[in-house]
């Protein structure tokens, strides 16, 4: 029933968003995501549990803590929100990373926990742990493994491999364009850690997907700078993250599906 299923994305996605923001505190200190129990980042105190009920509890606190009064940051209180909202778009797409099989709804909603964790962390820190980039790695090739054997087992190493050889084109992409770049500019046109979570999507989405998600990257991530500098939010030297970006792209090849990126450049083509 349509009810149950939303309550049911709503409850998972509440809880693994709040997952989230810890993931997001802990992991650039590189604390244990499970101990010591939940506290106030300021006044360092337990919080009992009623405090920390998904949305609720940020409501009811009006976004401070109980104790110290210290302000709790609404970005919080949106990613308990915002994941839920995925879960549920998760179950209305397709389900394709590419033309070669169906992801099913387990795999798509791993695969954007990993998207969030990274591009909030990158958006907070201008880095991408490396915790992130080899577990989410790791996750993904198993993921293609084990997909791939539901049809044979030379299918499921033929996918492996395939995904494999699409994570390291990914990564020497990115590091080869920075490099060059920076003989002309003189400056790196992107971070250390893009190359290796150009990786880790690729271990997901293949080939054609890696490439894909670069360049509607690429393409979201000019658009924006384009925006931020024109409304002057934006200085020329500042760096901005561009995992989000990334995470842009993969998400929507995810739930689109390659052949639909495909038809619509395409239809674009012959316009032009």
């Given at each position: 029933?349509?009810?149950?299923?939303?309550?049911i994305y709503?409850?998972?996605?509440?809880?693994?968003g709040?997952?989230?923001?810890?993931?997001?505190?802990?992991?650039?200190?590189?604390?244990s995501?499970?101990?010591p129990?939940?506290?106030?980042?300021?006044?360092?105190?337990?919080?009992y549990?009623?405090?920390?009920i998904?949305?609720?509890s940020?409501?009811?606190l009006?976004g401070r803590c109980?104790?110290?009064?210290?302000?709790?940051?609404?970005?919080?209180?949106?990613?308990?929100?915002l994941?839920p909202?995925?879960?549920?778009?998760?179950?209305l797409s397709?389900?394709?990373?590419?033309?070669?099989?169906?992801?099913n709804?387990?795999?798509?909603?791993?695969?954007?926990?990993?998207?969030?964790?990274?591009?909030?962390?990158?958006?907070?820190?201008l880095?991408?742990?490396?915790?992130?980039?080899?577990?989410?790695?790791?996750?993904?090739?198993?993921?293609?493994?084990?997909?791939g054997i539901?049809?044979?087992?030379n299918?499921?190493i033929?996918?492996?491999?395939?995904n494999?050889?699409?994570?390291?084109?990914?990564?020497?992409?990115?590091?080869?364009?920075?490099?060059?770049?920076?003989?002309?500019i003189?400056k790196?046109?992107?971070g250390?850690?893009?190359?290796?979570?150009?990786?880790?999507i690729?271990?997901?989405?293949?080939?054609k997907?890696m490439?894909?998600?670069?360049?509607?990257?690429i393409?979201?991530g000019?658009?924006?700078?384009?925006?931020?500098?024109?409304?002057?939010?934006?200085k020329?030297s500042?760096?901005?993250?561009?995992?989000?970006?990334?995470?842009?792209?993969?998400y929507?090849?995810c739930?689109?599906?390659?052949d639909?990126?495909?038809?619509?450049?395409?239809?674009i083509?012959a316009l032009?």
């Amino acid at each position: 029933m349509p009810g149950i299923d939303f309550t049911i994305y709503l409850l998972l996605g509440l809880c693994i968003g709040s997952f989230i923001n810890v993931a997001r505190y802990r992991i650039p200190k590189k604390e244990s995501l499970f101990w010591p129990p939940s506290h106030c980042n300021n006044c360092e105190r337990n919080l009992y549990w009623f405090y920390n009920i998904p949305v609720l509890s940020w409501l009811y606190l009006r976004g401070r803590c109980a104790y110290c009064d210290s302000k709790i940051p609404f970005g919080y209180l949106s990613i308990e929100i915002l994941t839920p909202v995925i879960f549920y778009l998760n179950s209305l797409s397709e389900l394709v990373f590419d033309d070669r099989y169906p992801v099913n709804l387990i795999g798509i909603c791993t695969f954007s926990v990993l998207l969030l964790i990274a591009s909030i962390i990158d958006y907070d820190h201008l880095i991408i742990p490396n915790d992130i980039i080899i577990a989410g790695s790791t996750l993904g090739l198993v993921y293609t493994f084990l997909i791939g054997i539901t049809s044979s087992l030379n299918h499921a190493i033929t996918t492996l491999f395939g995904n494999l050889l699409a994570a390291i084109i990914g990564f020497f992409l990115i590091e080869l364009t920075t490099y060059i770049i920076s003989l002309i500019i003189n400056k790196h046109a992107f971070g250390a850690g893009d190359s290796k979570y150009l990786f880790m999507i690729g271990s997901w989405l293949g080939i054609k997907g890696m490439f894909f998600t670069l360049l509607i990257a690429i393409y979201s991530g000019g658009l924006a700078c384009l925006i931020l500098l024109s409304l002057r939010k934006l200085k020329r030297s500042q760096k901005i993250p561009f995992a989000p970006f990334l995470s842009i792209g993969a998400y929507s090849v995810c739930t689109l599906g390659v052949d639909f990126w495909m038809q619509l450049i395409n239809r674009i083509y012959a316009l032009s």
